[in-house]
């Protein structure tokens, strides 16, 4: 992944999270739906199919989005 898009990918997962935060700081989605919208991203990833390297990248995004629910994340 070029620079470019390895900050294009961190940029959008700084305003997703800050979206996610906002939507329950304002009451709008509870903890356990941004939690769902985790495990649907993960798992959406985690169900692609096809050549080794097109199927690499998205389990690192799965594993990422796992990782960040395991962690604690601040939305939790």
Same mark, same amino acid.
């Given at each position: 992944?070029?620079?470019? =898009? &390895?900050?294009? %990918?961190?940029?959008? /997962? @700084?305003?997703?999270? +800050?979206?996610?935060? +906002?939507? =329950? #700081?304002?009451?709008? /989605?509870?903890?356990?739906?941004?939690?769902?919208? /985790?495990? #649907?991203?993960? $798992? +959406?990833? &985690?169900?692609?199919? %096809?050549?080794? +390297?097109?199927? &690499? #990248?998205?389990? $690192?995004?799965?594993? /990422?989005?796992? =990782?960040?629910?395991?962690?604690?994340? @601040?939305?939790?």
């Amino acid at each position: 992944m070029s620079t470019a =898009n &390895e900050h294009a %990918g961190q940029a959008a /997962l @700084s305003i997703c999270e +800050a979206l996610l935060l +906002a939507m =329950n #700081d304002h009451k709008l /989605l509870p903890e356990h739906e941004i939690m769902g919208i /985790l495990r #649907d991203a993960a $798992a +959406a990833h &985690e169900k692609v199919t %096809g050549p080794p +390297a097109a199927t &690499e #990248d998205h389990r $690192a995004v799965a594993k /990422l989005i796992n =990782n960040i629910i395991a962690g604690g994340n @601040s939305v939790r």
